[in-house]
């Protein structure tokens, strides 16, 4: 299922690759720039490290008590992958589908390098031992992703319940010794900052552009309109 996502994502960029690799650029900036996002960053950084403090507690507690029943916390797991892949299948049925999949491309691509760029540099450990690629969480960082294009781009209808569904996939992390709180806050504000950069570039394309031409005797105002 990862190799799908990641298949469908290539395919929406390369489809048109100047344009997209502009959006790309644009989407970045703001995601680091804006300084809502530079808000949420630092408040996700200063979170994350207060976290780091109750890592081993938290997890202990999840592993001896557990988190949610078991049920609950495979479908939170499954939905890391699965509400992407829903996602993409909305959105290539949709009106403005052009718009819509290249805001989704644009903004998977960036976050999968910021996400996978992190596990390879910071190189922590899972709980479980498995690798060293813990920090931060991809399934967490991919729902808040998910949910908040979801937000954008079909407003709080559907973007509430994206949200509560991604935190539980970041809760099923924890409670599959997958990951430690830390790694599951960061990756949440990542995947949100992210959806949230490159949205505002998305609303800027669907907002009219509206211009004056003058002619000999008068002015001409038009207005154009993505497609």
Known sequence: MRYISIILICSSFLASQTSSTIYFKDGFAETVTSRPNQWLLLI???GTGIATNYDDAF????QTNGLMPHQMAKFGDYWGIGGELLLWSVLAASENKKQTL?????AFIANGLLTYGLKFGVGRYRPNGKNKRSFPSGHTSNSFLTATLAQNIYGSKVG????????????????????????????????????????????????????????????????????
């Open 44 to 46: 996700g950084l200063v």
């Open 59 to 62: 997890n202990d507690y999840g």
């Open 102 to 106: 290249q805001y989704a491309g644009t």
């Open 160 to 227: 509430i319940p994206a949200y509560i569904l991604a935190g539980m996939t970041g809760l099923s992390r924890i409670h599959d010794n997958e990951h430690y709180l830390s790694d599951v806050i960061f990756g949440a504000v990542l995947g949100t900052a992210v959806g949230r950069g490159f949205g505002h570039v998305y609303k800027q394309n669907l907002s009219p552009i509206i211009g004056i031409l003058p002619q000999s005797e008068s002015l001409q105002l038009y207005f154009v309109w993505p497609l």
